[in-house]
C-alpha cells in the first residue's frame, strides 16, 4: 500500500475509498463504451447511439479507442503503482471527452444523453482532483 494510503485518518480513508469506486466505476463505463463501439457493427450501434450512423465507422472506431484507453487509464496505473500520475492525465482526457461528448449532443438535440455524460464528468473531475491534489498514490520503487 502506498504511503498516501497506509496511515490514513477516517476522512482520508474514506476519501481513498470513493476514489477508488469512482476509479472502478469510470474506468468500467469507458471501458464498455470504448469496447462497443470498437466490436459492434455500425447498423446495430447507430440502433443504440444515434449520433454513430452519422460519421465515419474510422471516426466511431477512433472514439472507441479513445474511450478504451481512458478506462484503462483510470485504473491500471493507479492499480500497478506504475507511473501513477498517468491516472490523473487519463482523467483529465476523460474529461475533455465529456466536454466534448455533451456539445456534441446538446448541439443534436439529444439532450436524454446528457445525464450520463455529467455523470462521467463528474466522476472523471473526483478522479482527476483527488489522484492529482488531495491524494496521490505513489509510484512503486
Given amino acids: 500500500m502506498s504511503s498516501a494510503t497506509s496511515n490514513l485518518q477516517p476522512a482520508g480513508k474514506a476519501l481513498s475509498i470513493g476514489l477508488w469506486a469512482a476509479q472502478i466505476v469510470g474506468g468500467a463505463f469507458f471501458c464498455f463504451a470504448g469496447f462497443t463501439k470498437l466490436t459492434t457493427p455500425l447498423p446495430e ?3 443504440m447511439m444515434p449520433w454513430t450512423g452519422d460519421y ?11 474511450d478504451l484507453a481512458g478506462g484503462l487509464g483510470l485504473l491500471l496505473p493507479s492499480l500497478t503503482r506504475i507511473k501513477p ?10 474529461i475533455v471527452l465529456q466536454l466534448l461528448a455533451m456539445a456534441l449532443h446538446a448541439s443534436r438535440g439529444e439532450y436524454m444523453v446528457l445525464p450520463l455524460n455529467v455523470f462521467l464528468l463528474s466522476i472523471s473531475v473526483f478522479i482527476w482532483w483527488g489522484r492529482g491534489r488531495r491524494l496521490p498514490i505513489d509510484a512503486r520503487l
Fill in 85 to 94: 500520475n498517468l491516472t490523473v492525465l487519463a482523467a483529465l482526457g476523460c
Fill in 56 to 66: 465515419s465507422e474510422q471516426f466511431v472506431r477512433f472514439i472507441g479507442l479513445v
Fill in 45 to 47: 450501434l447507430s440502433a
